[in-house]
Structure formats: C-alpha cells, structure tokens
C-alpha cells in the first residue's frame, strides 16, 4: 500500500535551471514532510521538511511547497547545480504514529 | 560526533538462511529505525525501537524481527531469507524517535539473497 507516491522515477534538467520532484500521498492524516537526499553507496540525508501548518518552507536554494487540498508536495531546486544530483525521497508521518513513509525515490540528474 | 554506523556492509546469503544486521546509532540517540531499500518500492519502514522497546512496526512478515540493547545499538534478524528479502537495509538513529526529529542514516547493508 503504496501512502506515498514519487511517480517519476527520472528528471533531468540543465544546470542553473530549476529542478521541480514531486510527490503525492493519500493518507489525510500526514501532517509532516520531508525530503532526502541519496547518493549512491551513502544512506539517506535530511534535506527539508515541512509541517501541515504551513503552505511553504525555503532552505536556501531548495523549497518545499504543500497542497494539502490536492494532497500534493514538491521540491524545488533553483538554480540546480551538478551535485543535486542524487535521488531524492519524499515521506510523510502523522503527529503520534512513530511510523515514516516513503516515496520510491525520483533520481534527478543535473547536465552541466 | 560520530555518524550511525552498519555491520557488515555487504553480505550473500542463500535461501533458507538468516542473517542477523547490526546498527550503532549517534552517541545520545535513543531511538532506531530499520528500513529496507528495493528497486521501485523506495525505502520501506520495518521497525522502530526507543530504549529497548518495539514502538512501532511496518508491514512485514514475522521472519523480520528486531531487538535494541541497553546502548541503544540495535540488532535485525531475518530468519529463513527468501530471494526477495535481497535489498538495501538501512537503520536511521534521532534523538527522540519523533519523526519531526531529523533522522540520520546509516550507510546501509546490502544483502543479496541467492
């Protein structure tokens, strides 16, 4: 049962454009979002996340947006640089479950 | 401050066996997730232990259990291993176990079943 939805598995963009990951869920009781960065033979970093509460959070050059109507969340990079690129993992957990879920990943490559 | 850290980090088991995967956390984390990582599934939760306590469980079969010692390291067994149970397993310490705490990973296990 698949909570947690990154339905492109690939996105490639040129460097200094914007990178656009996007993730959906179903589950109307998440209420926290984040997002990691993998890169290959290295676990999962912390990137940025974001409470129901709010519609937006920016961390430098990466911003995560929230549309809890559409139950829809995605990240921003601007500009992209070449060592964006990695996979990237959406989740989401509710207040008081010790549970996370994850999205299958989207693995961006950024062309300098 | 030293990282969360796997044992071993690579392993080959057959079908039928079971293999035990280890995890320190960060120095003062009380709390430690397991996860695996296949292809296409992303990274799914199996378990998560807060001061030697089961608190939470995914949707895994029996074979998968987990304990954690009184240290905080935490152990993850998977008795008779089948082909699927091939992936990347990997275990994330926070300090508190909630999941607005920043989780930090560890470099993972691959297991490779065959």
Known sequence: ?112 | KAGVTQTPRYLIKTRGQQVTLSCSPISGHRSVSWYQQTPGQGLQFLFEYFSETQRNKGNFPGRFSGRQFSNSRSEMNVSTLELGDSALYLCASSSSGSFADTQYFGPGTRLTVL
Not at chain 1, 62 to 77: E, G, Q, R
Not at chain 1, 91 to 103: E, K, T
């Open chain 1, 1 to 112: 049962d698949q909570q947690v939805k990154q339905n492109s598995p690939s996105l490639s963009v040129q460097e200094g454009r914007i990178s656009i990951l996007n993730c959906d869920y179903t589950n109307s009781m998440f209420d926290y979002f984040l997002w990691y960065k993998k890169y290959p033979a290295e676990g999962p970093t912390f990137l940025i996340s974001i409470s129901s509460i709010k519609d937006k959070n920016e961390d430098g050059r990466f911003t995560v947006f929230l549309n809890k109507s559409a139950k829809h969340l995605s990240l921003h990079i601007v500009p992209s640089q070449p060592g964006d690129s990695a996979v990237y993992f959406c989740a989401a957990s509710a207040v008081g479950v010790n549970d996370m879920r994850f999205g299958a990943g989207t693995r961006l490559t950024v062309k300098p």
